[in-house]
């Protein structure tokens, strides 16, 4: 009889562990193309949340030295935990030393931060050479990324990001909140957000109860979608936030061939 139990356990783990713990662990590589002019390839992470990643940066070194994008992007929430500052420092000076260029944008989560530990986790990340865009546009030559900050935390100017935006470029925009894209005014070439972990737990109307916005409750919470002024791209993340683990969907960092 224990004999019995103890398998019947030994099971349960092993059914816990594959349906909860190694989405996080199993790595998805989403290749996106689509045509915007700008000729170049970008790897976007999303979501980092140092404090439960188990994506090792070692991994996303590997990827770097086989895809050998243009830019990484750095879409958001790295943590909101001030004790782990220093674990998102050394995760990115990994990253750094591929030598890629990096830009990023705040999420809701970096939000949560005090300022004097938001402004210790932006001096960090310039440290390492990343470019942070605070509602600002980045003139990359015949192509431009505009960075808007986050939605949910009410930082978001976009009006101010895209005032030196230059209309007739490949506009790539970078932000947390994707549900931003309502409130842009202006024409862009493509998107790229996170925020919504695609659901992080694959449950069908999740997102009608949790009351994430108007993109999900309609049903826009992962992938590719085009909209009436671009087409957006909504990362699934690299990492969780709350419960750490996911049901049916894996964490994700993204190619984009633009």
């Known amino acids: 009889m224990i004999v019995y139990i103890l398998i019947g356990l030994a099971a349960l783990i092993v059914l816990v562990y594959c349906l909860l713990i190694l989405p996080t662990q199993w790595l998805k590589v989403e290749q996106v193309h689509y045509k915007t002019g700008a000729g170049i390839k970008v790897l976007q992470i999303s979501d980092i949340h140092i404090e439960h990643?188990?994506?090792p940066a070692r991994r996303l070194i590997r990827l770097i030295g086989t895809e050998r994008p243009s830019y990484i992007v750095l879409t958001g929430d790295f943590t909101e935990l001030a004790p782990y500052l220093s674990k998102v420092h050394r995760y990115i000076k990994e990253l750094a030393s591929t030598g890629v260029p990096m830009l990023a944008v705040y999420g809701n989560h970096d939000h949560h931060l005090a300022p004097a530990k938001l402004q210790q986790l932006t001096k960090m990340l310039e440290e390492e050479g990343v470019r942070l865009l605070h509602n600002e546009m980045y003139d990359a030559g015949h192509y431009q990324f505009i960075g808007i900050d986050d939605w949910t935390s009410k930082k978001s100017d976009p009006d101010k990001a895209f005032a030196k935006a230059d209309p007739?470029?490949?506009?790539?925009?970078?932000?947390?909140?994707?549900?931003?894209?309502?409130?842009?005014?202006?024409?862009?070439?493509?998107?790229?957000?996170?925020?919504?972990?695609?659901?992080?737990?694959?449950?069908?109307?999740?997102?009608?109860?949790?009351?994430?916005g108007a993109l999900p409750a309609a049903g826009i919470y992962k992938g590719m979608?085009?909209?009436?002024?671009?087409?957006?791209?909504i990362s699934k993340g690299i990492s969780q936030t709350g419960t750490n683990a996911r049901f049916l969907m894996r964490s994700e960092v993204t190619i984009h061939h633009l």
């Open 53 to 55: 990643i188990r994506i």
């Open 168 to 212: 007739t470029k490949p506009t790539i925009v970078l932000t947390h909140d994707p549900n931003v894209v309502l409130h842009i005014k202006q024409r862009f070439t493509y998107l790229m957000a996170g925020h919504f972990h695609g659901m992080q737990f694959h449950l069908p109307f999740l997102f009608k109860y949790l009351r994430k």
């Open 225 to 233: 979608h085009q909209m009436d002024n671009g087409m957006i791209y």
